[in-house]
């Protein structure tokens, strides 16, 4: 599946992901076609009730990749956020156990710490993927856009600086998040070696013209869970107040279509 995984981000086309929080959505985006599964730390938290923002125990975000993994054929990436610790070794250390539950790729965030913490996390999560025989895919989500972590004028050049480092520790993708302006994105992709990764956001444009600029990999982040949430709160609000049940019936996936997509007891795979 490693190799699967990294083949995916050189194809013509960028890999697109839809993420997935659990594994019943995991089941359905890969019955559509996705080519791959990546999950959403925020989605995740929230469907088991924590806020997201390192928050989420590591051992109930272990068991849910573990549980996707049984449920899909395809390849399969974590978001472990800043991996859940200062320490580069206890980062490794819960790397090694994501690669058990089966994630072939994860990615990796910056947020507002030092970028250095950020490369001794990259060098001990290779390390531990090296031990395990796997060519684990390092995707870093580098905040700089996203947190306005420079002057506007310095955005692209203080990514791309950043980079360079992540690179140099064994990094593989540069997700730098909230970026949407064309000519940004092109200095990005053109600035370095790390395969560039975007988010859908407002004003992105699509992705067979991302494509052209060299995006290798369009994602969705936690918008599907928050659209879901909205309708969710619209037709149970609805009912709630007004005892109105015609959105929620009339818009549902039926009963027999859900469960029949879902593996039997004896049975793991699409």
């Known amino acids: 599946m490693d190799t699967v995984f990294q083949a995916l981000h050189r194809q013509p086309q960028p890999l697109i992901l839809t993420n997935a929080w659990d594994a019943g959505s995991a089941r359905l985006i890969a019955s559509l076609g996705a080519q791959a599964i990546a999950t959403t730390s925020a989605g995740v938290a ?74 001794r996390k990259v060098e001990a999560a290779r390390a531990a ?13 580098c905040d700089v856009f996203a947190r306005q972590l420079v002057p506007a004028d310095a955005l692209v050049e203080e990514t791309l600086r950043r980079a360079r480092w992540y690179r140099e520790a064994g990094a593989d993708g540069l997700f730098p998040l909230a970026v949407t302006d064309m000519t940004q994105i092109a200095a990005l992709a053109a600035g370095t ?3 560039l990764n975007v988010i859908a956001w407002p004003g992105l444009a699509p992705v067979a013209e991302l494509a052209a600029l060299g995006v290798r990999r369009v994602s969705t982040g936690s918008w599907l869970p928050q659209t879901l949430w909205a309708h969710a709160s619209r037709v149970a609000g609805d009912f709630l107040a007004h005892g109105r049940s015609g959105a929620m019936v009339d818009e549902a996936q039926p009963y027999g279509d859900i469960n029949g997509l879902l593996p039997a007891p004896d049975h793991a795979g699409l």
């Open 129 to 141: 993927a090296a031990r395990a025989g796997v060519n684990l895919y390092i995707n870093i989500r």
């Open 193 to 195: 070696d790390l395969l």
């Open 46 to 119: 929230w469907s088991l009730g924590y806020r997201d923002g390192d928050q989420l125990p590591l051992d109930e975000h272990v068991a849910c990749a573990r549980r996707i993994r049984r449920v899909i054929d395809v390849p399969l990436s974590v978001d472990i956020e800043s991996g859940y610790s200062d320490d580069p070794a206890a980062v490794g250390t819960a790397v090694a156990r994501f690669i058990d539950a089966g994630a072939v790729g994860i990615n990796l965030q910056d947020g507002s710490a030092p970028p250095e913490l950020l490369c």
